[in-house]
């Protein structure tokens, strides 16, 4: 048994397809093939069951992948101690953003990432909390990047940014107040993004009185919801980080929020508590830094960066 043939099995478990394992792998098909076979001789166990159609774990092999993954990561483990205790900055990087944050961060980040770390090879995936968390218990992500409070036991949540919510108005739309309170907008039509809960706590912190006439409206991302409340009238709540993907005409119909409301929204980094590439995770917050606006990222990383 070698290190090799755990990447095998565990590629081979992941994919459910010995052609797209290869193809991860960075072999052939016959090779990976033939060295899953020696290794299932010399346990004298079946790990896969192989049909024409379908690869899947025996029981037994279940639990052989389940102790691949462990000793793998163990083993990675120590290339990651030497990189770290020489400074260097280098390998693999697996990272999952939430969809609600993606569109915000991920151009810039992307960017001043590979200038800053061009010896790191960055893989970034559009994740949901849920899987995100499933995925980091799993070992498949190094890191994740959602809104705050998705951890459970296993993960630890670290505080990355704070990011405020502001109200798009409809240019018709007969409130333009400097500033506005919950009060204000009572009776107004609101629109709000499907399947986002930060956004949709804080737009329902302003309804008083939903069974008054207010109508809440469903959309798939908050550029949907500007341009129905361009097209329709009422308002919808934006977080800070939309504000430069609006026009110049478009940012006038943009008001702060003041008073006792849910106004913005937290995000954090989530890593496995037995994360120790403290230096990796640092690359994360230095690329943010570049680009993200001046207050917005945790005080405590700004300062001292993570510390694990």
Known sequence: MNIQQLRYIIAVNRFRNFAKAAESCHVSQPTLSAMLQKLEEELDIRIFQRSNKSVAPTTAGAKIIQQAEKALMEVERIGEIINEDKGTIGGRFALAVGPTIAPYILPQFIKHYRELFPAVELSIQEMKANFMVESLLRGELDAGIAISDNGCEGILEIPLYTEKFMVYLAESCWRKLPVFKPENLEHENMWIMKDAQCLRDSAFSFCKARNKGN???????????????????????????????????????????????????????????????????????DALMEFMPKGMLSERIAKYGIRL
């Open 215 to 285: 109508h809440i409206y469903e959309a798939g991302s908050i550029t949907t919801l500007v341009h129905i409340v361009d097209a329709n009238g009422g308002f919808t709540i934006i977080p800070e980080m939309h504000l430069p993907l609006l026009t110049e005409q478009q940012r006038k119909n943009v008001r702060p929020i003041e008073g006792n409301c849910l106004s913005q929204r937290r995000v954090s980094l989530y890593v496995k508590e037995d994360y120790i590439r403290e230096q990796m995770l640092n690359t994360v917050t």
